[in-house]
């Protein structure tokens, strides 16, 4: 694998165009190989419907690249100009009270809105025309943060059409609706397709299959207006097409965006998202403050490894204090640094920094770059030179031993039926994450499709409340170490507990006959120390209890290999589960100081320090002696 | 009286025919002896409009009724068909937001629509017509819940056409409207009764005036509503009508929607209405998360006794988790057949369980049945049995010693103009509730029409914001105790301040000068200890002081027979307030434990433990002694 | 000055006219001398378009002039009479989620319909031509309340075309308002002013230069506002024109609208404002619930008397308690005095009580008055009676000797960039009124416009986001002691960041690199003592360090004179600093316990005790001795 590239975030329609090669130049002094311009620049290439002037990003483009910068080119769909909504008065989302999202910031589209999004193949068809060929556009971006801004669900008469079409098209047939969503429940039974609304502003909840469709459909928009853009670039370029994904949006499936397209990208704010993001307490979020939570962008460049199928980057990292969260503190001096050794860790390709330069005006002013507004360095610069200075040839990312299924419909059935104030599948899945991060445990994670896990010594799948046939069958055959649960397989594809009770897990005779939701003060004791806590299940069968309630519940059923667990550990029962299957699996565990952290890549071990403490090595880390500052970063050969 | 009888509630229509027979021997094996079926059923009972299916309901009657069973037919008016919204578009409610309340899940209609109105009453006759001489029914239920999911207020178009007609009946000329509400004061005056709006989305509040009325019009919509489908069934049956209400819905008038039928049920979710509905701290609601609040059920038994003119039954009793609260715990075992337990205790002629088999589909699909969603027995059903093993004659349920004052009108005062964060009518009146209840005294709720108070050697008025004439008289007359107060008579029946000051209560020369209300952390200490919270007044008057405040102004004037009571006593207070007037009527009070209740039914005494632990009875109850287990009951004769 | 006078307020219509002749007598032997009536009776003097009725409105003053009280004559524009909505039906309110605001209550019209504008000035101009040479008209008050509803900020088509126009004439060229706005930075230019609407809805936050124009184009919409009914009523009257404004609106200009105006004046609610306004934390509220927040009524005495241009009336001053606060507890016996003798010490000239008699009817029949409803004198009467009593002849306010500058742009400012979540200009500018305040220094306040700073010895300007450019010079001129910062001159007048970065202060060489944002839980400590709480900057210059933080940056830095502070000091700082300045400028300070508060007028000091404890006076105030109780005040000569 080539060294990893550091890049940027640039706006040459932000500046002077006598400004440009002066900022390429520094920004090639600072290390710095890629710049990714253009993803907003639609009223500037287009200022009027057909009317174009793509010179000044010509200009760009060969100023840039001259300077031995390659160019991300991304398609500027996520803003379009205030015209368009003269052409497509209908485009716009609709929130869930019936509200339409106005023009005036950005993203203010429904994608299920047909007239938008052949707009939007048409601009990149003109974009991948006029650059497809050109040799200093090394990748395309297209759009930009698909789901920011909650702007995957809409309620739009445009949405509620294709709704009706997908429908149509999935069930055939109203009655078939009919029986699969149980619509004789409350007498909700259709007899044509054109009587379905979409499931907001009933008076209680909705039927949760309707809900689930809504969501799958939703999803699905998301996907077609993507591939409306990949099948306009395509003929055009030979250069990989990527995406930027954002952090903790579950509302469409990544996943299926990712299967057209080479690269998946992330914006990576570590501590705008710990302010904005996260479920931990008040004392954890004081304490990481200045550092972010030391897993939530571990977790997330995995997830996004395995969405860009083993080619991902980092396209946006927060380079300082940002302007969207309750609270911008700066980063602690050198987590700059440290979250980009964090990415290279995970296997980044590139790692890019948002933005160059702070732009003095409009809604970002207020978040830092890597120059000041006057374009003197800020604090970010330094540390991304010393990365520069430090990066050399890195072994392959290779397989993590262990894998971690993560599924996007599963959190739309959790959202759909919550059953519990705090049950949240994102939540659950990034409290196993976190688990075997601390345990010093290196993961991939794992998409639903997956079909033979064979590479994993040890599989986990938290809270797959719809098995994937495929992956059910994966398990069974499987002979590593797996583990199960909660709510696996609690429903079926058309959202009903199965006939037979879940989990339905090869290998486990166990059944889940009922389940209850607790309050954070009411959690269930395991009899070996923590307890359930949000969700748990009782369940029957002859799988042996490998752990019990303190009520003489089963709590995790079936085999050293195959096992079904009946709840939402807490984090001393979850660090008890996971050591002891990473034993059976024959891996090795760390017991880590708080805050401190490591990943494998291949030969190499990065230790980070996420603690604001220093933090003594010696007998914690294999090899490694001696203290760690604070945001320090170590490489080390793997014991 | 006879044996009080357990049912269920069944679902023909959402099961196979063949399946019917077998659940109906399950419910008779179970010690079952009631079904309710049909109140959601109308899209198969006309799955267009005029098209009818009777003849599944026909063949669930009998497979049903030929097992034993007794049925209560529902009149399916909860849940209009969708074809229901293509006859009436203007039938959904709107919200205070002025939203329509959309189709897709149930109770979507407006109770001041008269066009719905009318096929609500057209349904209900057919099934009149067609089942009312049908020798299984045994009862009726008109539609479902009237006021669940907050549908009660609605501002619709079809309301705002129905008030002001209601307007032009109250008060014949506007003038006289402008006068009565004191329109004057911000130039609200109105000239024709088209003029007045709803009072939602005002810029500050409304009238006070103009929100009462409105809820009295709404109020009588529902009355009215009702009345339409008693009128459609009386001239074809005999079997007696009843609707089920549920628990803490103030928004109409109870008392008149049971003067038109014979029984008054409710729908009993004890841990539900902990988690949703519970003004008690977190504390409280952590130690009796399992069992659920030991006065909530008992307060509504007292008060659905007095709203079905004394015969009354649960008709929906929890057995197990539900699905709808912020957190859905499993009961604690025992609490099924305590519940069932306590109703009877309070004279419930029949308890019927929601639901007999978990449905796996739609919205309560994580709602328990007495059988788990695969047919197997859930835990309830072993509990149902136990209690109808053990079910025998009991005497009648008589008249209890307490009378407690419950008034609709008062709580839309109280809502209308709220002065303090916290004061809430229905708080109020469930605390003095559970004083008595904690004191070991039993309970009858009196509406505020009653005009005879001799039955009731105490009797408790509180927070009686507008005096109901014939009250004030039969109080003038009671030779028993009665305190009233707080905020009794502080308004006319305009909503005004009466011009001689509240309370003009009979017997206590006692005026309220001026109120204040007080943070939960400045509670205003009375002088034998505990204090007013939340609301107190000053009083002036030759009363006597029978309770002062520390700072010396009255807290109780009055008599010992007829005292008024100037705040909202805490729990100490309270207790002392309701143990000395309990003496003085010659009553005898228990000092009971943590979470142990009793309630007399004529000679027998239930005594029920709602902790989680054994409780000693020993000194405690009277005749008892030994160990009360967790949710434990005992029957024992009156001493 | 002449003495200071009080009054009350008064509704004729709301009472029987025979009982005006007894009122107007009772209210002179209350020692009240002023009466305001008519704010609201709009409907009263033309109950239909066009027809009037003065009669009754004549006889009132003429009853209460003849009687010796001075009237002060409201315009009812507050309160446009329901038929008002016939003629201008687009004439409501919109709030920001586009629902219009309705009829019902009060201040049900948006300022920038210039159809109601038009009608307000009709309505005044008619009031003047009847009444503006009437003997007893001593003064005007115009509307009632500006802002109060939060009635400013209207989203209504009639304030969407009015922000056309005023963009328009703002920027002439919408190229301009591109440039200026920086609407490249998402595509968000436009082509035509008529593509601009208001900022709500959006998707995400919209361009803060588009929301800040919007909230000046609205400000300037009060202003005209008010204008048109100064235009309409200038010509007919001699008497001094007023407004009484609210506690803690920063909506508008309110220094824009004073300067159309003779008297400024202000509703005054101590604990109203406490409950409902108030950033301090629920101990300092308990301990406070009865005499109101000790700096609160004092800051905007001082801010209304800037406002007033020296002349300036408590308008509506609490006497008991109010009824639209979350809690509405009564006063401490002794503080109706105390708020009336401290608006007195900030050179009031009249103080008048909202109202004379509690009414008993509509909104604000739980509003106390000086009267109860029966008409028997309320606790406020007696403490009003004494306050009048005790007045006499006191020296003129004259200057004080610290200016605090305050700027409603710089609220707007904060509001639309808050960037942490407690950011808020108000508080900030308040926490250094309180220390100021603590420190025993008497203050006045000082718009933005101020051109010479000589008079004051000491001044601070915190959080001025835009630079004044006539301030900024006077700072640079000032020879006394000037503290600015944090966030001066943080933005252009177009919402940028300066090239320059901010403050560009004169005589401080120090730049500010870029800002952080905290958490209440993560201040950053000062190296003396205290700390920064939720705003902090890091600053570069040559301007030596006073203070630096403990992680060694700046804290404050320039020159004793002229400093420049870089951060949001906590009360420990704050006080350090003030004090230090205060000592710099030659101004004596007290360390004064908690509750007790001084003010000076003139050759008098004021002591007013606010807590609940007898405070000790000996070796506090120079010149005081003994004990001043619980809600005491004390005149002592200045020493």
Same mark, same amino acid.
């Given at each position: 694998?080539p060294t990893?590239?550091?890049?940027?975030?640039?706006y040459?329609?932000h500046?002077p165009?006598? &400004?440009?090669?002066?900022?390429?130049?520094?920004?090639?002094?600072?290390?710095?190989?890629?710049?990714?311009?253009g993803?907003?620049?639609w009223?500037?290439l !287009?200022?009027?419907?057909?009317?174009?002037?793509?010179?000044?990003l010509?200009?760009?483009?060969? @100023?840039l690249? +001259?300077?031995? $910068?390659?160019?991300?080119?991304?398609?500027?769909?996520?803003t379009?100009p205030?015209?368009? $909504?003269?052409?497509?008065?209908?485009?716009?989302?609709v929130d869930a009270?019936?509200?339409p999202?106005?023009?005036?910031?950005r993203?203010?589209?429904?994608?299920?809105?047909?007239?938008?999004?052949?707009?939007?193949?048409?601009i990149?068809?003109?974009?991948?025309e006029?650059?497809?060929?050109?040799? /200093?556009?090394?990748?395309? *971006?297209?759009d930009?943060?698909?789901?920011?801004?909650?702007?995957?669900?809409?309620?739009?008469?445009?949405?509620?059409?294709?709704?009706r079409?997908?429908?149509? %098209?999935?069930?055939?047939?109203?009655?078939r609706?009919d029986?699969?969503?149980?619509?004789?429940?409350w007498?909700? +039974?259709y @007899?044509?397709?054109e009587?379905?609304?979409?499931?907001?502003?009933?008076?209680?909840?909705?039927?949760?299959?309707?809900? $689930?469709?809504?969501?799958?459909?939703l999803?699905d928009?998301?996907?077609?207006?993507?591939?409306a853009q990949?099948a306009?670039?395509?003929?055009?370029t #030979? %250069?990989?097409?990527?995406?930027?994904?954002?952090?903790?949006?579950?509302?469409?499936? /990544?996943?299926?965006?990712?299967?057209?397209?080479?690269?998946?990208?992330?914006?990576?704010?570590?501590?705008?998202?710990?302010?904005?993001?996260?479920d931990?307490?008040?004392?954890?979020?004081?304490?990481?403050a200045? *550092?972010?939570?030391? #897993?939530?962008?571990?977790?997330?460049h995995?997830?996004?490894?395995?969405?860009?199928?083993?080619?991902?980057?980092?396209?946006? *990292?927060?380079?300082?204090?940002?302007?969207?969260?309750?609270h911008?503190?700066?980063?602690?001096?050198?987590?700059?640094?440290?979250?980009?050794?964090?990415?290279?860790?995970?296997?980044?390709?590139?790692?890019?920094?948002?933005?160059?330069?702070?732009?003095?005006?409009?809604?970002?002013?207020?978040?830092a770059?890597?120059?000041?507004?006057?374009?003197?360095? %800020?604090?970010?610069?330094?540390e991304?030179?010393?990365?520069?200075?430090?990066?050399?040839?890195?072994?392959?990312?290779?397989?993590?031993?262990?894998?971690?299924v993560?599924?996007?419909?599963?959190?739309?059935?959790w959202?759909?039926e919550?059953?519990?104030?705090?049950?949240?599948?994102?939540?659950?899945?990034?409290?196993?994450?976190?688990?075997?991060?601390?345990?010093?445990?290196?993961?991939? =994670?794992?998409?639903?499709?997956?079909?033979?896990?064979?590479?994993?010594?040890?599989?986990?799948?938290?809270?797959?409340?719809?098995w994937?046939?495929?992956?059910?069958?994966?398990?069974?055959?499987?002979?590593?170490i797996?583990?199960?649960?909660?709510?696996?397989?609690?429903?079926?594809?058309?959202?009903?507990i199965?006939?037979?009770l879940?989990?339905?897990?090869p290998?486990?005779?166990?059944?889940? @006959?009922? =389940?209850?939701?607790? &309050?954070?003060?009411?959690?269930?004791?395991?009899? !070996?120390?923590?307890?359930?806590?949000?969700?748990?299940?009782?369940?029957?069968?002859?799988?042996?209890?490998?752990?019990?309630c303190?009520?003489?519940?089963?709590?995790?059923?079936g085999t050293r290999?195959? %096992?079904? $667990?009946?709840?939402?550990?807490d984090? =001393?029962?979850?660090?008890?589960?996971?050591r002891?299957?990473?034993?059976?699996?024959?891996?090795?565990t760390?017991?880590l100081?708080?805050?401190?952290?490591?990943?494998?890549r291949?030969?190499?071990?990065?230790?980070?320090?996420?603690?604001?403490?220093?933090?003594?090595?010696?007998?914690?880390?294999?090899?490694? @002696?001696?203290?760690?500052?604070?945001?320090?970063t170590?490489?080390?050969?793997?014991?």
């Amino acid at each position: 694998m080539p060294t990893p590239k550091l890049g940027v975030c640039y706006y040459p329609e932000h500046w002077p165009e006598a &400004r440009w090669a002066l900022d390429a130049r520094m920004m090639r002094a600072a290390g710095l190989s890629l710049v990714r311009i253009g993803e907003f620049a639609w009223s500037r290439l !287009e200022p009027r419907p057909g009317e174009f002037d793509f010179g000044w990003l010509d200009r760009a483009i060969a @100023t840039l690249g +001259e300077a031995g $910068l390659g160019i991300v080119l991304g398609t500027p769909t996520a803003t379009p100009p205030r015209w368009m $909504l003269e052409r497509h008065p209908d485009m716009l989302a609709v929130d869930a009270e019936g509200r339409p999202r106005k023009f005036g910031s950005r993203r203010h589209y429904c994608f299920a809105h047909e007239g938008y999004r052949a707009e939007a193949a048409r601009i990149a068809g003109l974009l991948g025309e006029r650059y497809g060929r050109n040799p /200093h556009v090394v990748a395309w *971006q297209i759009d930009n943060e698909y789901g920011c801004h909650d702007t995957v669900v809409s309620y739009s008469d445009a949405a509620a059409r294709g709704f009706r079409r997908w429908l149509a %098209a999935r069930y055939g047939d109203v009655s078939r609706l009919d029986e699969a969503w149980g619509n004789v429940f409350w007498s909700m +039974e259709y @007899t044509a397709f054109e009587e379905i609304d979409p499931p907001n502003l009933t008076v209680t909840e909705a039927n949760p299959a309707h809900t $689930l469709d809504y969501r799958r459909f939703l999803s699905d928009a998301v996907v077609a207006f993507n591939a409306a853009q990949v099948a306009a670039l395509r003929p055009h370029t #030979d %250069a990989p097409l990527s995406h930027n994904y954002m952090g903790r949006i579950l509302s469409f499936d /990544h996943f299926a965006v990712g299967r057209d397209l080479e690269i998946a990208t992330w914006d990576s704010y570590p501590l705008g998202f710990l302010e904005d993001r996260s479920d931990q307490g008040e004392d954890w979020r004081r304490r990481f403050a200045r *550092q972010g939570d030391p #897993d939530f962008q571990a977790f997330h460049h995995d997830l996004y490894r395995a969405v860009g199928k083993g080619r991902w980057w980092v396209m946006e *990292q927060q380079p300082g204090p940002v302007n969207w969260a309750p609270h911008n503190p700066a980063p602690l001096p050198g987590m700059v640094a440290l979250w980009t050794w964090e990415a290279i860790a995970h296997g980044a390709e590139a790692v890019c920094y948002f933005r160059w330069r702070q732009v003095p005006f409009a809604q970002e002013q207020m978040h830092a770059g890597l120059l000041r507004p006057d374009a003197a360095p %800020a604090p970010g610069l330094a540390e991304a030179r010393a990365v520069a200075d430090a990066l050399d040839d890195l072994p392959e990312t290779g397989t993590a031993p262990v894998g971690l299924v993560v599924d996007y419909q599963a959190s739309w059935v959790w959202e759909t039926e919550r059953q519990g104030a705090e049950c949240d599948y994102f939540r659950l899945v990034f409290d196993v994450y976190r688990a075997l991060r601390c345990a010093g445990l290196s993961v991939d =994670i794992l998409p639903p499709t997956t079909r033979d896990l064979s590479a994993h010594a040890l599989v986990l799948a938290p809270g797959l409340a719809i098995w994937p046939e495929p992956l059910r069958e994966a398990l069974a055959a499987h002979d590593g170490i797996a583990i199960a649960g909660p709510r696996t397989g609690a429903k079926t594809d058309a959202f009903r507990i199965p006939e037979a009770l879940p989990p339905q897990m090869p290998g486990v005779d166990a059944r889940v @006959t009922r =389940i209850e939701t607790l &309050r954070d003060d009411c959690p269930v004791a395991l009899a !070996e120390g923590g307890a359930f806590r949000f969700w748990r299940e009782f369940v029957e069968g002859d799988a042996p209890v490998l752990e019990a309630c303190a009520d003489g519940e089963p709590a995790l059923v079936g085999t050293r290999e195959r %096992a079904y $667990l009946a709840g939402w550990p807490d984090d =001393i029962a979850l660090d008890r589960i996971v050591r002891r299957a990473a034993g059976a699996a024959g891996l090795a565990t760390l017991a880590l100081p708080d805050g401190l952290r490591v990943r494998d890549r291949g030969s190499v071990r990065f230790v980070m320090n996420y603690s604001a403490e220093p933090v003594s090595l010696d007998g914690v880390v294999p090899g490694a @002696t001696g203290t760690l500052p604070p945001a320090g970063t170590l490489r080390l050969p793997r014991a």
